[in-house]
T-cell receptor, first 109, second 115 residues
Framework: GDQVEQSPSALSLHEGTGSALRCNFT?????VQWFQQNSRGSLINLFY???GTKENGRLKSTFNSKESYSTLHIRDAQLEDSGTYFC???????????FGSGTRLLVSP | EAAVTQSPRSKVAVTGGKVTLSCHQT?????MYWYRQDTGHGLRLIHY?????STEKGDIPDGYKASRPSQENFSLILELASLSQTAVYFC?????WGGGAETLYFGSGTRLTVL
């Protein structure tokens, strides 16, 4: 079965507001990476975490391997934040990376 | 800045035809990957490679072959293209996955339509 459950599947925000995206893992993961897929389809690296929390501007991500989840917080959302956000997690076996199904984010004025 | 270049950007192929998608990286990365993305879904791993002249099967290898003739180049080959292989294909590279600050660097994708 699916090892990465991403939620919500879709999210609408007004400019200036914020929310959190979440990935739950059904097995122990060693690390997680978050990507934004923009309107042109390009995948942009946001964060790589083996543990703890990282912050970059209006984005913050946390990875809790013991409780098997990761979150991506967006604050003060801007129109250019629209896109699809994916988490990708590395399983214990090494190379194997499993992607979530994505959260489609729409930021409106 | 890591650079992964895919060609072509888009392709229309006929059922039963042969399709080759190319990927070139200038990052000096050992690992290269081919992923497939279907509309509204995440990415699934088709093949990967960690050294030249060797490839490994990913999660959905059926119907695909891969070739890694050099560290920089990694190709995905559809010998007999089928309608179900219509998708966007992404190539990626990494130093290695896990164990540090390594990340996956993706190309811009190839949109393949099989008619």
């Amino acid at each position: 079965g699916d090892q990465v459950e991403q939620s919500p599947s879709a999210l609408s925000l007004h400019e200036g507001t914020g929310s959190a995206l979440r990935c739950n893992f059904t097995t122990t993961m060693r690390a997680v990476q978050w990507f934004q897929q923009n309107s042109r389809g390009s995948l942009i690296n946001l964060f790589y975490l083996a543990s703890g929390t990282k912050e970059n501007g209006r984005l913050k991500s946390t990875f809790n391997s013991k409780e098997s989840y990761s979150t991506l917080h967006i604050r003060d959302a801007q129109l250019e934040d629209s896109g699809t956000y994916f988490c990708a997690a590395e399983g214990p076996g090494g190379y194997k990376v499993v992607f979530g199904s994505g959260t489609r984010l729409l930021v409106s004025p | 800045e890591a650079a992964v270049t895919q060609s072509p950007r888009s392709k229309v192929a006929v059922t039963g035809g042969k399709v080759t998608l190319s990927c070139h990286q200038t990052n000096n990365h050992d690992y290269m990957y081919w992923y497939r993305q279907d509309t509204g879904h995440g990415l699934r791993l088709i093949h990967y490679s960690y050294v030249a002249d060797s490839t490994e099967k990913g999660d959905i290898p059926d119907g695909y072959k891969a070739s890694r003739p050099s560290q920089e180049n990694f190709s995905l080959i559809l010998e007999l293209a089928s309608l179900s292989q219509t998708a966007v294909y992404f190539c990626a590279s990494s130093v290695r996955w896990g164990g540090g600050a390594e990340t996956l660097y993706f190309g811009s994708g190839t949109r393949l339509t099989v008619l």
